[in-house]
């Protein structure tokens, strides 16, 4: 939506198409966008690779191989569904955001001669672009691009909502306020993504009375399977949805090394990031080795974390302490993730667009 807000402002004349599967997380928020024109949904198959299961179990792991025979039918009905739509709106230029459509549009879009663009948010480009990406006009990565095939890829940043700004000490406190937390009060947010992280809320539940000792607020986005009673330092929520705010009030962010910490580095967000190693492609772990790389993040692992949930404790201790060390990983955090990436994106979309 960020992109598609960028070529309303640079030509208000253009008709944006979003194309997303039939199951899309963020469908409603689609519909409801005031600069997409149509939301068209087609099928789309999921491919269900586990990089920490060994090679015996990943044989006779039927469900699985169920799964995916199903779904490579769901891609091919995709592909059908997104020929009939390019017939249809004979688009001039198309981005290629990932998810489960990216496979039958990119395809479709080869076959119809129509220049595509892909973007991919993490340091490895995601399956779908392996498959697509040789027929991509550019592909534009959110991350540095590790690998032998980083010099194929542009940089350009995460696009992200415009919601999440630089922000100041004022409005910090501003945030605070309205959150009903005191300035002067420490503020540590915790995120393992929309659905909570085991392993993040067990280390955090673990180190609870020590922060709560330090006088240090614990704001927790657990997911729905974690329930911890409230105190006056301690907000257990299962799902946040503004979380711009929480963000923008926190002293330090724990997180995921996944795409969120693009919105966090735009409000110039110190952040200890946790990769989820079990992830397809490992790209966690390759977005936490290129962000400690550049002293973006302090990185932790699940397994030093489940061994020592104490390490997660000192880390925001040293932080709280060390606001030049805070700020420093911050400022580096910028420079991984740019913040003008969907100007960037749309300005590319748009060459492209007057060329043809």
Do not use: C, W
């Not at 990943?58 to 891609?75: E, G, I, W, Y």
């Not at 249809?88 to 595509?116: D, E, H, N, R, W």
């Not at 503020?187 to 992280?197: C, H, I, N, Y």
């Amino acid at each position: 939506m960020p992109v598609a807000a960028k070529l309303k402002s640079i030509d208000k004349q253009l008709s944006v198409i979003a194309v997303t599967d039939k199951g899309g997380s963020f469908n409603d928020i689609l519909d409801s966008s005031k600069d997409i024109d149509k939301v068209i949904r087609i099928s789309g198959g999921k491919y269900r690779r586990y990089p920490n299961q060994s090679k015996l179990l990943s044989l006779f792991d039927v469900k699985t191989h169920a799964l995916n025979a199903r779904d490579s039918f769901r891609t091919i009905k995709g592909l059908s569904q997104a020929n009939k739509l390019i017939k249809q709106t004979s688009p001039s230029v198309i981005f290629i955001k990932g998810g489960y459509v990216s496979v039958p549009v990119g395809l479709a879009a080869k076959m119809a001669g129509i220049p595509y663009v892909t973007h991919d948010s993490d340091a490895v480009p995601s399956l779908s672009t392996k498959i697509i990406g040789k027929s991509a006009i550019k592909k534009l990565s959110g991350m540095p691009i590790s690998g032998k095939n980083e010099q194929e890829f542009i940089h350009v940043g995460v696009p992200v909502s415009d919601k999440f700004i630089k922000i100041s000490t004022s409005r910090q406190n501003e945030l605070k306020k309205e959150l009903g937390i005191s300035e002067d009060t420490k503020m540590v947010l915790v995120t393992g993504g929309s659905q909570g992280a085991q392993r993040i809320n067990s280390a955090i539940e673990k180190i609870l009375p020590d922060l709560a000792k330090d006088k240090v607020l614990t704001v927790h986005q657990t997911g729905k399977k974690f329930q911890k009673t409230n105190s006056d330092l301690y907000r257990s929520i299962t799902y946040i949805d503004e979380m711009y705010k929480y963000s923008g009030a926190a002293d330090i962010i724990v997180s995921r090394a996944g795409s969120s910490l693009a919105e966090f580095a735009q409000q110039i967000k110190p952040v200890i990031a946790i990769p989820a190693k079990h992830l397809a492609g490992g790209h966690q772990i390759l977005n936490a080795k290129i962000l400690e790389k550049n002293n973006a993040a302090i990185v932790l692992g699940e397994d030093e974390l489940d061994q020592s949930p104490s390490i997660l404790l000192k880390t925001i201790r040293d932080l709280l302490s060390n606001r030049a060390k805070a700020n420093s990983l911050a400022k580096a955090a910028e420079r991984v993730y740019p913040s003008n990436s969907a100007e960037r994106i749309a300005t590319e979309l748009m060459n492209i667009l007057n060329k043809s």
